[in-house]
């Protein structure tokens, strides 16, 4: 696997696939990638699979998607990190004929997706805010320092919300075995995504010890639990951190403390992994930090295509682990996961 894996700069124009191209893109600079796909636009130019990927019309979740990378030892890049991506171009434009008002639809559910970057109080890069909480959406913030009044209604509100889905599967919320549901359903969610109300400075809480340590540090094999925010179905798997200090380590429990904030949150796997690797690449200033996560996904599982024995595999990789394939690899070889 290791062959098409060179450094960005090595790379052959003439390489045919669009992890390639992904990569090309990746090692020019922002300013560069910004003239690259305008001038790009002006041609018209479809010929690169990558561009067309980049300028098609989806939401940000999709270019998310158009963005990964088909193997592992790719390093990744978080779309978010992109200067401009399309998207945001069109509502420039819609911005010029009908201004402002239809811009933004009123969002109170946490969803990590378009509101966010549309909100204008938080810049798309980087991606972790300190207070952990503005990321995903206002709500999480109103989550966070509600009232014991507001957070009856909210419980209230989420009940009567489970008590309509109830009905609407044709059961009788009445009856005896679901009288209580919908408040153990509302408690639940409320557990599943109690990652909204926490952030990476707390969880972290000072346990960074300048050791003079520069050697890889490893931690695999963390469960983890999160949701899918396009079923709102369970994704569970293992995630592996490996990081490479500049003199200063983590407290080794606060590894798995991170995965597990950004887990408990409405997620896609893509994301979780970026998501955790950002925290302790802005946390910890280390050389560098991978994260590979293999999950089994339940919407994919239990409906949709019934793939039952189906995991999936992303990797987020910053610093020297994205500067230097040896340094990759060694991560890779280590954690298990090169192993065929
Ligand atoms: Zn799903």
Do not use: W
């Not at 939401?59 to 890049?77: C, T």
């Not at 679901?178 to 400075?201: I, S």
């Not at 999160?226 to 003199?247: D, Q, R, W």
Request: charged share 30%; aromatic share 4%.
């Amino acid at each position: 696997m290791a062959q098409s894996d060179t450094l960005p700069d090595a790379e052959s124009p003439s390489a045919p696939s669009s992890v390639n191209g992904d990569k090309k893109k990746r090692s020019s600079s922002k300013m560069g990638r910004d003239k690259d796909r305008s001038a790009s636009k002006k041609r018209g130019n479809t010929s690169d699979p990558n561009m067309l990927a980049v300028s098609m019309p989806t939401a940000n979740g999709g270019n998310a998607h158009a963005e990964r990378r088909s193997s592992v030892s790719k390093p990744a890049r978080d779309f978010r990190d992109m200067p401009e991506p399309s998207p945001k171009k069109k509502r420039k434009r819609k911005t010029a004929t009908a201004p402002t008002t239809a811009v933004i639809p009123v969002v109170t559910a946490p969803t990590p997706t378009t509101p966010d970057i549309e909100s204008s109080t938080r810049s798309p890069s980087p991606v972790i805010d300190f207070d952990g909480l503005s990321r995903p959406s206002r709500g999480t913030r109103e989550r966070l320092e509600e009232s014991d009044a507001q957070k009856e209604e909210r419980l209230a509100r989420m009940k009567g919300a489970v008590r309509t889905l109830l009905e609407c599967v044709g059961e009788d919320p009445d009856r005896e075995g679901l009288l209580a549901t919908p408040e153990r359903y509302a408690k639940a969610m409320l557990f599943l995504t109690k990652g909204y109300q926490e952030n990476v400075r707390d969880i972290v809480n000072g346990a960074i010890f300048q050791e003079g340590h520069n050697e890889m540090v490893i931690v695999k094999d963390i469960e983890v639990f999160s949701m899918c925010e396009h079923h709102l179905v369970p994704f569970t798997g293992k995630m592996h951190i490996g990081y490479i200090p500049a003199n200063a380590v983590i407290g080794i429990s606060k590894l798995p403390r991170i995965a597990e904030l950004f887990a408990r949150r409405l997620q896609i796997q893509e994301r979780l992994t970026k998501d955790v690797a950002n925290a302790i690449m802005d946390v910890l200033q280390p050389q560098g930090v991978a994260v590979v996560m293999e999950s089994s996904h339940l919407c994919m599982v239990m409906r949709g295509v019934e793939k039952t024995s189906s995991s999936t595999i992303t990797s987020c990789v910053l610093g020297c682990f994205e500067r230097k394939e040896k340094t990759r690899n060694e991560f890779l070889s280590l954690i298990g996961v090169n192993r065929r």
